[in-house]
């Protein structure tokens, strides 16, 4: 009887997984009613809702990998994700790490207006940030769709609130033995950093993914667009047929639902370690 009684799930612990298994379904549907779409035929679709086809074909997918070229937008999004999530986390992690271990004239100020970035929506500084790629000469370029996505605020915050939690005692025995700053940094710092780091990189990469406004301004090159730009100029090409277009977003997010499943515990584990989770 005490082993019986000892297996029993307590009433919370049953609260819990009920509740975690409600948000599943409701975070699945979208995903499921998406991939149930593209399997219908173009008139089907349109007709009164249900989930399961009645006649399974695969004419939107063999046409939304007929009409574009999906391998090259798929290197270039890998190109320009993991660049810019490479450059963040060098420049995020030194910021923070300088904003929460130094101390130098005018930090404060040079503090809020980092955080003064986070109010500010990306679409208001398009036009002054598209002047200013013109001006460069790096329109029509992978650097021009890079380089401006490489100063987050956010991520500088959270590294910040991480390095601040990081044990002094630490850094001052390295400075003892006679390490210099940067060797803490990479040496020490860095190291202990790697739940954090893995948080804002998984979040850098699928923000960098996602984005469409800012690689549509800045690129007119078919051969340089995007997984989200090109899988658009497919969906205009054939109007709204839904099957298409289910089919078209659903290439374009699978790498960010493999990313999301593979690395969900460093995604969890960073939000905790970074003090963020009750903010």
């Given at each position: ?90 420049v995020a992690s030194l910021a923070g790490y300088g904003f929460a271990r130094t101390e130098f004239r ?22 002054p940030l598209f002047t200013t790629v013109q001006s460069l000469g790096m329109v029509d370029t992978y ?137």
């Open positions: 009887m005490t082993t019986r009684s000892a297996r029993r799930w307590p009433p919370a612990q049953i609260a819990l997984t009920a509740v975690a298994a409600t948000l599943s379904l409701i975070w699945l549907a979208p995903l499921a009613w998406a991939l149930s779409t593209s399997l219908k035929t173009p008139t089907e679709s349109v007709t009164s809702p249900h989930w399961i086809p009645e006649h399974v074909t695969l004419d939107s997918w063999k046409e939304v990998l007929g009409a574009g070229d999906i391998p090259n937008w798929f290197v270039n999004s890998v190109v320009v994700s993991v660049s810019v999530t490479v450059i963040v986390l060098l005018g930090k404060g100020a040079l503090m809020g207006l980092t955080m003064a970035g986070l109010m500010f929506s990306p679409a208001i500084l398009g036009v650097w021009g769709m890079i380089l401006p996505q490489c100063a987050p605020a956010a991520m500088v915050y959270i590294l910040y609130k991480f390095f601040q939690g990081l044990p002094r005692e630490l850094e001052e025995a390295a400075f003892i033995d006679g390490a210099g700053r940067w060797r803490i940094f990479f040496t020490i710092v860095l190291p202990l950093s790697k739940p954090s780091l893995s948080a804002v990189g998984i979040f850098t990469f699928i923000a960098s993914w996602n984005n469409f406004l800012w690689p549509y301004m800045v690129t007119n090159n078919p051969d340089l667009m995007t997984m989200p730009n090109g899988i658009a100029t497919v969906q205009n090409a054939f109007g709204i047929v839904w099957p298409q277009l289910m089919a078209g977003g659903l290439i374009a997010g699978l790498p960010l639902i493999i990313v999301f499943v593979f690395f969900q515990s460093q995604i969890v584990r960073g939000v905790a370690h970074t003090g963020l989770a009750g903010q």
